[in-house]
């Protein structure tokens, strides 16, 4: 336990709710949790599920019509065609399948290669089981693409594993198939299992999602991890899902027989309603993000000493904030308590983020209009004036 790390954003979302509790006005821009609910259909399933006493002990791997659901899913939104719904098992949350697809595949000494800035999951995890972090880092030089000649100069005889995650958190960086063809080379030809965080599909802003089980060599050594959080903006009904070739399939089920049993029956139900997802309420989402993106960027780059990019996916703006001349703890020391906006400092998402801030734009227009006004007066800070001059 002590190796393990938290999660900057939650520890930020403590102090915000602190200053609220005091009678602070906050703009939570620190969380990654969209505003939408699910669609009515969704709620109507889950109340109907539980109308219908569905509400016991089910399958251990989950129900075998949601996990035929994804399969279907899959097919129609990624094009993958390899997927049955007995490659899957349901989770309470992305982060408990996260965990034990690594502590399945994982044996201490085993070195794992990950992105830096990324889910701060990833080394934690793997300093928890032993394992051995290794970051491969997203430049702003590179368009925060991996750099693949710096993942195969960081391959070993003790490298296990490889993380992905596109579109990526916290960058919004969406991988070319150029990189992603370049891992899943090095990966076949070092025979590294590949865990493919994909949890940001579908907020996705421009062309087709490429997943990394796509690719050739991949199928039987690609563990995809997915959930309903973002998607679906179903953040408190804990749902995420891994799909893996079938040894690994096994193995995560010995790991849900021994933790957790089984997920909720009844929000199981209300899932595959998600997915199928009659309303277009998912595709309605992606666009209202697109404008608020287009929008709180452009009011970003105005902010002195603050340059960002537009993601090509996910809902963060990754600012740089190095021309600021203070450091991105400050700046967010600053935001935080003297304008009521609460955004979490890079380096909570590994050494490379150090000079730079993410801001959650999943949040309504009018609050985000108001966080860049916040921001702009609080500027005055780090050009040597006093603030709300």
């Not at 939570?28 to 599920?49: M, R, Y």
Request: aromatic share 8%.
């Amino acid at each position: 336990m002590s190796v393990m790390s938290g999660e900057g954003a939650l520890s930020v979302f403590a102090r915000a709710k602190e200053l609220e509790a005091q009678g602070r006005s906050i703009i939570h821009l620190e969380l990654g949790e969209p505003d939408f609910h699910p669609g009515q259909s969704v709620i109507d399933a889950v109340n109907k599920a539980l109308a219908e006493g569905k509400d016991r002990y089910c399958a251990v791997a989950g129900l075998p019509a949601l996990r035929q659901e994804i399969a279907a899913y899959l097919q129609r939104t990624r094009n993958i065609t390899t997927v049955e719904g007995s490659n899957i098992v349901i989770a309470p949350g992305c982060k408990a399948i996260l965990f034990f697809a690594m502590m399945a595949l994982l044996e201490p000494g085993d070195e794992v290669l990950y992105p830096d800035p990324g889910f701060p999951g990833y080394p934690s995890i793997t300093l928890g089981l032993s394992a051995v972090p290794v970051p491969f880092e997203l430049s702003s030089r590179n368009h925060f693409q991996p750099d693949l000649a710096e993942v195969a100069a960081k391959i070993t005889p003790r490298t296990r594993m490889l993380i992905t995650n596109s579109p990526g958190n916290p960058t919004g960086t969406v991988y070319t198939d150029a990189v992603q063809r370049g891992l899943a080379e090095l990966a076949v030809k070092h025979d590294l299992w590949v865990l493919s965080d994909e949890i940001y599909a579908r907020i996705l802003y421009d062309g087709e999602y490429l997943s990394m089980l796509r690719y050739p060599g991949m199928e039987e050594r690609t563990v995809i991890i997915d959930g309903f959080s973002k998607s679906f903006a179903m953040t408190g009904w804990r749902l995420g899902y891994a799909v893996s070739p079938p040894a690994v399939t096994e193995a995560l089920a010995m790991m849900a027989i021994n933790s957790y049993t089984c997920v909720a029956e009844f929000t199981q139900y209300a899932a595959i309603d998600a997915l199928r997802d009659k309303e277009g309420n998912t595709p309605r989402m992606v666009a209202e993000f697109a404008r608020r993106r287009d929008q709180f960027v452009r009011d970003l780059n105005r902010v002195p000493g603050f340059r960002s990019q537009a993601p090509e996916g996910a809902f963060y703006a990754w600012v740089d904030i190095e021309g600021t001349g203070i450091s991105a703890e400050e700046i967010c020391r600053i935001l935080l308590d003297d304008a009521g906006v609460a955004a979490i400092p890079g380096a909570a998402f590994g050494p490379s983020g150090k000079r730079f801030v993410r801001f959650s734009f999943a949040s309504s227009v009018a609050n985000l209009k108001e966080a860049a006004e916040r921001i702009m007066k609080a500027s005055a800070a780090w050009q040597g004036s006093p603030v709300g001059r």
